[in-house]
């Protein structure tokens, strides 16, 4: 059974900082897009961040350009999302996901991902 298990949520005053973390089990993402997203009350789901296999191209939602950094360690099967200078507007339940297309290229919409985690409520306090 494939599973994608966030962690590393939590309360954090604005301008810290949180460090999440996807572990994935049942098979292995070395070859496709990992991806984090995002979703607030009464708010469609959006893309925050993916990273392509082989680590070399990053995309970022533009409001998190320069704060967030999306990283994966495909020996560990995990994809990270480093988080800076959190504003309140960062409130949200983060979910990791992944593709099921090998050496794809970046996704950006919900309806290109296979795989989705539970989620882990990230709140910024202003």
């Known amino acids: 059974q494939v599973q994608l298990v966030e962690s590393g949520g939590g309360l954090v005053q604005a301008g810290g900082s949180l460090r999440l973390s996807c572990a994935a089990s049942g098979r292995t993402f070395s070859s496709n897009v990992m991806g984090w997203f995002r979703q607030s009350p009464e708010k469609e789901r959006e893309f925050v961040a993916a990273?392509?296999?082989?680590?070399?191209?990053?995309y970022y939602l533009d409001s998190v350009k320069g704060r967030f950094t999306i990283s994966r360690d495909n020996a560990k099967n995990t994809v990270y999302l480093q988080m800076n200078s959190l504003k309140p507007e960062d409130t949200a339940v983060y979910y990791c996901?992944?593709?099921?297309?090998?050496?794809?290229?970046?996704?950006?919409?919900?309806?290109?991902?296979?795989?989705w985690g539970q989620g882990t409520q990230v709140t910024v306090s202003s």
């Open positions: 990273i392509n296999w082989n680590r070399y191209n990053a």
């Open positions: 996901a992944a593709d099921n297309f090998p050496y794809g290229s970046i996704r950006y919409h919900v309806r290109e991902y296979d795989y």
